[in-house]
């Protein structure tokens, strides 16, 4: 047995994040946009979150991701 687990790199496969101006970071996996405590990335008003925002790619970590990320964008939008 030469492997049991893989981990093979990522890129983005939209540009939009960059396109709009995003920080990434470098992940041990590949780039991952740069996000705050809120999912907010370095654009005001541009939130992120699943395998796009975090390295640790999990199916349960992307659902919570995006909908603290959609919380997150509620509230800016009723209380800023």
Same mark, same amino acid.
């Given at each position: =047995?030469?492997? /049991?687990?893989?981990? #093979? #790199?990522?890129?983005?496969? +939209?540009? /939009?994040? &960059?396109?709009?101006? +995003?920080?990434?970071? &470098?992940?041990? /996996?590949?780039? =991952? @946009?740069?996000? !705050? !405590?809120? %999912?907010?990335?370095?654009? %005001?008003? =541009?939130?992120?979150?699943? $395998?796009?925002?975090?390295?640790?790619?999990? @199916?349960?970590?992307?659902?919570?991701?995006?909908?603290?990320?959609? @919380? +997150?964008?509620? %509230?800016? /939008?009723?209380? $800023?």
């Amino acid at each position: =047995v030469k492997a /049991l687990f893989t981990a #093979p #790199p990522n890129t983005m496969a +939209c540009p /939009l994040a &960059e396109q709009l101006g +995003c920080t990434f970071t &470098e992940g041990f /996996l590949g780039p =991952v @946009i740069t996000v !705050d !405590d809120r %999912q907010q990335t370095s654009v %005001q008003g =541009v939130y992120a979150a699943g $395998d796009a925002a975090r390295s640790m790619h999990n @199916i349960a970590f992307a659902v919570s991701g995006g909908a603290f990320a959609g @919380i +997150c964008a509620h %509230q800016s /939008l009723v209380f $800023d």
